[in-house]
T-cell receptor, first 113, second 114 residues
């Protein structure tokens, strides 16, 4: 079975600073990888996904993620955060063509002025 | 992308009662999924709902507690039966759709049991 680890429970970052959220997965074959964001009181919004091809994936809101098979990682990055990026971020993995997602515990991002 | 509508968006329910949550998608989809997010927690898959067959439940979830219907390719319901305060959660509907089978979520149904 697949699993996801998000080592950082909470990250505080200054507005305008860079952000990196870590995600490690465990899965025997090629996974589908996703990053979702959940703002307070809201549902889940897809930031980006990786299925195959270029290992650097561009998403919405200026986010990108890099798939590193050798490290079983799919870290999310943003060069310059905005106050509106304060939210909960979830990394998720699904087996190929299965679509059943296993989620990490989530990382809460706080943005200070 | 997909537009996924869930009803109700929020509800407060008495313990011992049951509530049915609806999920409507603007496209035909083969598989729909139901997730639960308990307060302050991550999401956990409850079951997979395929049209024309019985729902498939994940470990720890049973049909008597969470009966699911899937009458057509754009609609599903999840019932939370005999509710207790431990059932207070966000329940989210999900579908796989589009190029690369992107997985989308509804806005969730926020359920509080008192």
């Amino acid at each position: 079975a697949q699993s996801v680890t998000q080592p950082d429970i909470h990250i505080t970052v200054s507005e305008g600073a860079s952000l990196e959220l870590r995600c490690n997965y465990s899965y025997g074959a090629t996974p589908y990888l996703f990053w979702y964001v959940q703002s307070p009181g809201q549902g889940l919004q897809l930031l980006l996904k990786y299925f195959s091809g270029d290992t650097l994936v561009q998403g919405i809101k200026g986010f990108e993620a890099e798939f590193k098979r050798s490290q079983s990682s799919f870290n999310l990055r943003k060069p310059s955060v905005h106050w509106s990026d304060a939210a909960e971020y979830f990394c998720a993995v699904s087996p190929y063509h299965d679509y059943k997602l296993s989620f990490g515990a989530g990382t809460t991002v706080t943005v200070r002025a | 992308s997909a537009v996924i509508s869930q009803k109700p968006s929020r509800d407060i329910c008495q313990r011992g009662t049951s509530l049915t949550i609806q999920c409507q998608v603007d496209s035909q989809v083969t598989m729909m999924f139901w997730y639960r997010q308990q307060p302050g927690q991550s999401l956990t898959l409850i079951a997979t709902a395929n049209q024309g067959s019985e729902a498939t439940y994940e470990s720890g979830f049973v049909i008597d507690k969470f009966p699911i219907s899937r009458p057509n390719l754009t609609f599903s319901t999840l019932t939370v039966s005999n509710m207790s305060p431990e059932d207070s959660s966000i329940y989210l509907c999900s579908v796989a759709l589009g190029s690369g089978n992107t997985i989308y979520f509804g806005e969730g149904s926020w359920l509080t049991v008192v």
